[in-house]
Structures are given as structure tokens and as C-alpha cells.
């Protein structure tokens, strides 16, 4: 009995210097104090290894320590704050602002924090979409797609039964997992960039191995295709989603929409009739525009 209350006491009291080593970590990450933050992830380090939040504190250390910030001039207009250099006649020369990039030795070693973690902690859902969101802002697509794949591959082995953070359960299953990865394909999309068209394509080829009737998937894989003029393909992938609903408008309105690029305007009014039986009322309005101009 008495060994069972030290042994009580002992755990307790190392889940309160994790707690409070996270707490205190945290607190030198709002003041932006690199020193005191890593001194903390050493005494963390030594008095509790395999704490869970050890290994995410240390990926957030290393991500953020990595990411710097350089002035640069260029004449391509850059994203956020600037300012315009012009010539006599007041026309735009060229621009200052910053540039931000993630320096690799610094960034690597995040990386490889947070695989330790989930190597012990595999089911830490927020681990690994940490390690992805990383990626993403290094703009690492090659890794941030390998990352996503190992995900999906992982949600068929524990059943979408994730955790989070202090490893609770995560709360979303298999639906919210499933909208997150919606969120990295169109990250790869608002790039902008139509070689990670592939990547997307990837990413939802993935998805439908271990989810079938993922509409939003046969969607993003019928996108890929119709930006690059593949038609067929295209349709292909969004018949295969209207046989699994039917109803889903806004599959109906790019079957309507790749048959009016194919240049199948029969096929289009057909589908833009479906759409205006199933759709909300903007879809609706679009719909009968669309078969207006089709009818001409």
C-alpha cells in the first residue's frame, strides 16, 4: 500500500514539472526569450524524456528559431508590407519588403523532434499536422505531400482514434480528419502553381485508397485534370462521385461545367438542370445563366 501511494506520488509529480515546464516554455515563447526557452526544454529534458509535450515544445523551439527574416529589393512585387522605389516620372522601379525563409540545419532538427514524438506517439494527430503545416510554410511540397500520404495511410491503421495535445481525444474522428486534409489540397491549389496539380492528385489518389466514397476527393482529382485540359479524365472522376450522391449539386455543376469545356453543350444543360433541382440558390442562379448562354 505503501509503495503503490509513493509510486502515486512519484507520477503525479512528474506530470506537474511537465505541466509546468510546458507552462513556463510557453511563457518564454510569447516574449520571444530563445535562451531561457531551450535552458527550460534541458531540465524538461533531463527530468522527463518521453513527455509527450517535450517533443512538440522542442519542434516549436526549432521551427521558430529557424524562420528568418531578410530585407530584399526586387522589381516583382512582393506579398505583404512594401515599399515602392519609382523613377523621376513616379512609376514603380522596384520593391522593398521582406522575405521570409526557414534556414535548414535549425529546421531539420525540429523535424527530427517531432518524429521521435511521433514514433513514440503515434496516434498524436497534432504532431504530425504540425510537422505538415512546417512544410507547408517552407514551402517543401515534395515533404508536405509525403507527410499528408503517411497520415492517411496511418488514420486506416488506428481507425481516425487520434489524440491531441496532452494526449486527449481528439475530438473530430474520422470527418474532421478528413476536412483537414480538404484544407491542404487547396493549399497546394491557391498556389497558384500547376505542377503541384500532381500533388494534389496524390494527396486525393491517397485519400480514396482507404476512403472510396470520399466525394470531395473524386472533386479534387476531376480539378487537376480540367485545369489541364483533360476533359474525360476529368469526368471520369466526377461520375464516379455522382453515382455515390446524386444530389451533391456542386458535382453536378462541374460535370456541367467540364462538358461545356469539352464542348458537349447537351450533356452540359442536362447536368445544369440537375443542378438547379438540387442546388442552394446561388447555384440555382449560376445554373440558368449557364443554360441561358448554352441555348443561344
Not at 519609382?86 to 531539420?108: A, H, L, M, R, V
Not at 499528408?148 to 489524440?163: D, L
Not at 453543350?265 to 442536362?270: A, L, R
Request: aromatic share 12%; glycine share 6%; with cysteine.
Amino acid at each position: 500500500m505503501k509503495i503503490y501511494f509513493l509510486l502515486a506520488l512519484t507520477l503525479l509529480s512528474i506530470l506537474a514539472f511537465g505541466q509546468d515546464y510546458r507552462t513556463e516554455f510557453l511563457e518564454f515563447c510569447e516574449s520571444g526569450d530563445t535562451l531561457n526557452q531551450i535552458k527550460v526544454l534541458k531540465k524538461w529534458e533531463k527530468e522527463s524524456p518521453s513527455d509527450s509535450e517535450l517533443f512538440t515544445s522542442y519542434f516549436n523551439y526549432h521551427f521558430m528559431k529557424s524562420r528568418k527574416e531578410v530585407v530584399t529589393l526586387t522589381t516583382d512585387e512582393p506579398q505583404g508590407k512594401k515599399l515602392v522605389v519609382t523613377d523621376s516620372t513616379n512609376q514603380p522601379k522596384g520593391y522593398i519588403g521582406s522575405q521570409i525563409y526557414y534556414e535548414d540545419t535549425e529546421f531539420q532538427k525540429g523535424i527530427d523532434r517531432i518524429d521521435e514524438g511521433i514514433k513514440l506517439y503515434p496516434n498524436r494527430l497534432d504532431m504530425r499536422f504540425g510537422k505538415i503545416y512546417s512544410y507547408g510554410q517552407k514551402m517543401d511540397w515534395e515533404n508536405f505531400t509525403k507527410t499528408i500520404k503517411e497520415t492517411i495511410a496511418y488514420s486506416s491503421k488506428n481507425n481516425n482514434n487520434w489524440t491531441w495535445t496532452n494526449n486527449e481525444q481528439y475530438p473530430e474522428g474520422e470527418q474532421g480528419f478528413l476536412r483537414s486534409l480538404q484544407d491542404y489540397q487547396l493549399q497546394l491549389y491557391n498556389t497558384g502553381n500547376d505542377d503541384l496539380l500532381t500533388n494534389m492528385r496524390e494527396i486525393a489518389s491517397e485519400i480514396l485508397k482507404y476512403y472510396p466514397e470520399h466525394v470531395a476527393s473524386l472533386s479534387n482529382i476531376s480539378i487537376t485534370y480540367m485545369l489541364t485540359g483533360k476533359y474525360d479524365e476529368a469526368l471520369s472522376s466526377l461520375l464516379k462521385a455522382e453515382q455515390i450522391d446524386p444530389t451533391d449539386f456542386i458535382v453536378l455543376s462541374n460535370i456541367a461545367h467540364a462538358y461545356k469545356l469539352k464542348g458537349d453543350n447537351k450533356n452540359s444543360i442536362i447536368y445544369y438542370k440537375k443542378t438547379i433541382e438540387h442546388g442552394d440558390e446561388q447555384a440555382i442562379q449560376f445554373a440558368k445563366q449557364q443554360i441561358e448562354e448554352l441555348s443561344k
